[in-house]
């Protein structure tokens, strides 16, 4: 399975390009750390890994229900 990151915020971090938010990654695990570091508060400002085969979010950082 493949994934990527996606946010309705702008993905910036002091230690990763931008383009670091772009990438599809081979690692659910390397996901998730990369979109983390993506947004000041993650737990204020959602930021989600999807699986791209199958569209699902396996990760979110708030507990909010996606809509």
């Not at 990369?34 to 204020?44: C, H, K, R, Y």
């Amino acid at each position: 399975m493949t994934y990527r990151i996606e946010s309705n915020f702008p993905l910036t971090s002091d230690w990763l390009p931008n383009s670091a938010f772009a990438e599809i990654f081979k690692n659910e695990a390397t996901a998730v750390a990369t979109a983390i570091e993506g947004v000041d508060d993650p737990e204020e400002q959602e930021v989600r890994v999807i699986c791209v085969e199958t569209g699902e979010i396996v990760w979110r950082s708030t507990e909010e229900e996606y809509e």
